[in-house]
Structure formats: C-alpha cells, structure tokens
C-alpha cells in the first residue's frame, strides 16, 4: 500500500515538474524583452560592432547574416532610411547605428509607428569609427510610409 501512494506521488510530482519546464520554456521564449534580432551583410564589421554596443547596454542581440537590400526590400523599409544592417526589437525596426537615447526614448513612448533609422553610417555613431563630426538625426517611419524626425542627438 505504501508503495502505491509513492508511486503516486512521485508521477505527480514528476507531471508537475514537466509542466512547470514547459511553462517557464514558453514564458522565456515568448518575453524575452530584452533579445533583438539583426539583420546584416556578411563580413560587415561594424555591425558586430554595434552588437557589442547593445550588448553593453543590456540588449542581447542575435545575428543572422542576409543579403541585407533584399531584405530590406522584403520589410519595405524606405529608402532614404537604409543602411548596412537593422534590427526588430520588441516590435519595432531599427535601422543603422541608433544611439541608446533614440532606442530608450522609443520604448518609453510606444509610438505608432514600424521603427527608426539613423541613415548611413555617420562618423562617430554606435559601432563605427571617428569622432562625431554632425548633430544625428533620427527618423521615424510608420505603416503608411511617412518619414518623419524622430529625435535628434
């Protein structure tokens, strides 16, 4: 009799364990708030070197290597707001070399809009070489294809 109750107990307790390892593996995998998804040509560095930026400001950031134009032709990103890499973090697009202040004020605010883009590959930015030579302006883009300044910095 004692031996049914332990058996009893221990399939429950294993059952209990399982559900608990599925339920934590689908809350990491479905909030993971703080993981961003690039998308970047192969061999670019200073991709990776914006990578090691977000890195240092608590962003993990996972690389995928792409024929970057026709991606961006793909996400029907402007244009105008290209550059050599971008990233989908907590929903939102970010293009090029976006300083922290622009991401941190675009999760603060929650704007309606698919992202921001600082264009190019401005001297000085996150990830690239130089010192700052010009103000950054960064633009905000929206579903319906408006470009508007975002912040400047």
Known sequence: MKRKYLISFILIFLVLIIIAGINSYYQNKTSDTSLAIMYKSE??????????YLNSHGISVK?????????MDKYNIPKDLRSCHFIIFQGYIIIGHVP???INKLLSEKPKIRGISLPGMPS????MDGAKTEEFIIYSFDFDGNIRVFMRI
Request: glycine residues 12%.
């Open 100 to 102: 922290i202040e622009a």
């Open 43 to 52: 061999g670019c560095l200073c991709c990776v070197e914006y990578s090691k």
């Open 124 to 127: 000085g930015s996150p990830g």
């Open 63 to 71: 690389i995928n290597i792409v024929e970057i134009n026709s991606f």
